[in-house]
């Protein structure tokens, strides 16, 4: 699947809300923290903004020069993050931000262990959604 702008946490504020308010899955090779999105009644939608665009998922990916390297190192690894999350964004509950954040393992762990462990996370974040 493709991994639309609409689904970027682009905003400092947004990640700083999912890291303060949302909870948090140890995967090993790295972190999962998600946090549902709160409701934006109040807010009166743009006429040029689809309904499509705002039931999504949405997700930030972090990777530090102390926790992952350097550049080459900090760019796979947010690149293979994305990719699980791009393969796996169906199984994550709409309205859900998501942030991935790196460790220093996760460019020497096989992508088959990483899709295992973040799948297992997904699990856990569904119940959070479901009232």
């Known amino acids: 699947m493709r991994f639309r702008p609409e689904q ?3 905003r ?3 990640f700083r809300a999912v890291r303060e308010e949302g909870r948090r ?3 090993g090779a790295f972190t999962v923290w998600y946090r549902p999105r709160p409701p934006q009644d109040t807010d009166p939608l743009p006429a040029a903004v689809s309904p499509a665009k705002i039931a999504c998922s949405r997700v930030g990916v972090v990777a530090s020069t102390a926790s992952v390297g350097g550049a080459v190192q900090r760019t796979r690894a947010k690149r293979r993050l994305r990719t699980l999350f791009r393969h796996h964004q169906q199984l994550v509950p709409l ?3 998501v942030l991935l954040v790196a460790r220093q393992a996760v460019n020497r762990w096989d992508y088959r262990e990483l899709e295992q462990k973040f799948i297992e996370a997904c699990r856990k974040i569904t119940p959070l959604k479901t009232p």
Do not use: A, S
């Open 8 to 10: 970027h946490l682009r």
């Open 95 to 97: 309205d859900c931000d």
């Open 25 to 27: 899955v140890d995967c």
């Open 12 to 14: 400092q504020n947004d």
